[in-house]
């Protein structure tokens, strides 16, 4: 008979349970590849999107910034309708000047369709309506100026002298008008222009704050794969060696944005600069065609009376010239006359100046020339003039003639307060500011300089110390260094005297301003 068998019973062995599946290291691996992949294409995405975003809006406010150049222009094509109105009480001839005028007229009208229609084409029609109405304030305004000298022209055939004065009034009031409507199409321009600006800005930042939370994620993921590493250490070593090749790729990756983006902030730094500069140039731009425009306009409204008194005296002296008890009196009222119509024609020519013949010349040639032109004056006044530092700037872009007349007025102003034995020097110099190489021309008296509280008015039109002055003369100056690109400036030497300096782009791509 069989014992029973006393011997324990072992257990069978229990399955090993199965990991979660957060454990299970391929599956973890490819969620954690993916997140990583997600991670960093949504962050590719947005610095490509932010890029965009400014390069787009670069290029909007380069196309405002063209339109506000276009609509100022028309300004200048205005002035060249309205001027035979106005010659032809100097010149008596009026089929030339009405030719002139109608010439001028289709030019108007032609480049005016031309903005039309480019507003129609690139702008949104709730952002060109605003801007084509003021296109049409412009024209009406236009065509009443042209109707008003037609009625010059008629008076004048017709030997009606004093109605055509009266129509020339009129006809000033129009083009004021006109420029007002110019003016408040300018702003509307700059208005469009800032509107666009925030509206990218506002674009760009909202992805940027995307950014904050890729950079979250980034965290996140770098402290749950190394957690993970950690707890696969030891269960799994060749996985543990995986992740940690992983984690060093995805510090690379890290870095590589880091660098992507420091390069992107240093882009977007160098654009807001730059639109910075474009934006205060159209402003400047702005501020002193609308001075001009005024400055202008008051000048035809005094030349009316003037010619008036003109042409009175001139009566006067035919009748009573011989008469010694007048011709006192007469050559007073001539004198100041004269004075009054020279006035007359700075303010004018501050008002529209003429448009600029570039070309290229030699820098040293055109110094001597204006030298020249004031050698004269120098030396009746007992003052010595002397040409010092570097004009090897090789040729330059200019009008030859407006800044030989520039550096004249600024040489002969440096003689007329110099004291008898003095020296006035003109110092060249070339130097580079950023990229761009520029050169100075600086024009040094000794005498005793400006007064400090003048300094900042010096530009202005019809400030003036000296007697006999109109006040024109730096005004006008520094109107024509701008058209030129470049700009001037005022100074005492601390040494004593003054110092008036011409700053010019040193090459020939220099911008023909006309306005």
């Known amino acids: 008979m069989d014992q029973p068998d006393d011997r324990p019973v072992l257990d069978a062995p229990r399955p090993r349970p199965e990991a979660p599946w957060w454990m299970r290291g391929p599956l973890v691996y490819y969620v954690v590849a993916a997140f990583d992949l997600l991670t960093v294409t949504t962050s590719l995405y947005l ?28 300004a200048g094509l205005a002035a060249d309708v309205n001027a035979p109105g106005n010659d032809v009480f100097d010149s008596r001839e009026v089929p030339r000047e009405s030719g002139r005028m109608e010439q001028a007229l289709i030019g108007f009208r032609s480049r005016l369709e031309e903005l ?27 065509s009443d ?25 009129t006809m000033d009031r129009r083009y004021s008008r006109l420029l007002r409507a110019q003016r408040e199409l300018s702003a509307q321009v700059a208005a469009a222009q800032n509107r666009t600006f925030e509206r990218q800005t506002a674009a760009a930042a909202t992805l940027q704050r995307f950014e904050y939370a890729i950079g979250g994620a980034i965290l996140v993921m770098v402290v749950a794969a190394t957690a993970y590493g950690r707890r696969i250490w030891r269960q799994w070593m060749r996985a543990a060696e995986e992740r940690a090749q992983h984690i ?15 390069e992107l902030e240093i882009r977007v730094e160098e654009r807001t600069r730059e639109l910075r500069e474009m934006q205060e ?62 006035i007359m024609r700075d303010l004018l020519e501050y008002g529209k100046p003429p448009r ?24 009746s006044s007992g003052v010595v003039l ?54 100075r021309l600086s024009v040094k008296d000794e005498g005793l300089g400006f007064r400090s509280e003048d300094i900042p008015r010096l530009f202005e039109p019809f400030f003036t110390r ?27 030497d601390p040494a004593g005297g003054a110092i008036v300096t011409v700053n010019l782009p040193a090459t020939a791509g220099v911008r023909a301003a006309t306005t």
Not at 145 to 169: K, P
Not at 315 to 337: I, M, N, P, Q, W
Not at 425 to 432: M, Y
């Open 466 to 492: 000296r007697h006999g002055g109109t006040g024109m003369g730096l005004p006008i100056a520094q109107r024509v260094v701008i058209q030129h690109g470049g700009t001037l400036e005022a100074a005492n």
């Open 356 to 379: 600029l013949e570039l070309a290229e010349h030699d820098l040293a040639e055109v110094v001597d020339e204006a030298l020249g032109l004031c050698r004269e004056l120098a030396r």
């Open 248 to 262: 060093a790729d995805l510090q690379a990756a890290g870095n590589e944005l880091r660098r992507a983006r420091s």
């Open 116 to 142: 039309r229609g480019e507003l129609q084409a690139n702008v949104p029609p709730a952002e060109a309506r605003p801007l084509l109405s003021g296109l049409d304030e412009i024209d009406v305004a236009m």
């Open 386 to 439: 002397a040409k010092v530092g570097s004009f090897d700037a090789g040729r330059v872009a200019l009008d030859r003639s407006r800044i030989v007349q520039v550096l004249r007025n600024l040489i002969e102003n440096a003689i007329q307060h110099s004291p008898k034995g003095g020296r006035v020097l003109v110092r060249g110099e070339r130097e580079i500011d950023g990229s761009r190489p520029r050169v």
């Open 145 to 169: 100026m042209v109707e008003e000298a037609r009625l010059i022209f008629t008076n004048f055939e017709e030997g009606r002298n004093s109605l055509a004065g009266e129509r020339m009034a």
């Open 281 to 342: 140039t159209a402003r400047r731009e702005e501020r002193m065609a609308a001075m001009g425009s005024l400055v202008a306009g008051v000048a035809q409204e005094v030349r009316n009376p003037l010619f008036g008194i003109s042409s009175t005296l001139d009566a006067f002296e035919a009748r009573y010239g011989r008469d010694d008890s007048f011709k006192k009196y007469v050559e007073v009222l001539r004198r100041e006359t004269d004075r009054l119509g020279s």
């Open 47 to 74: 610095n490509h999107r932010i890029m965009k975003i400014y390069v787009d809006s670069v290029a909007a406010n380069q196309e405002w910034a063209r339109r506000m150049e276009s609509y100022s222009a028309l």
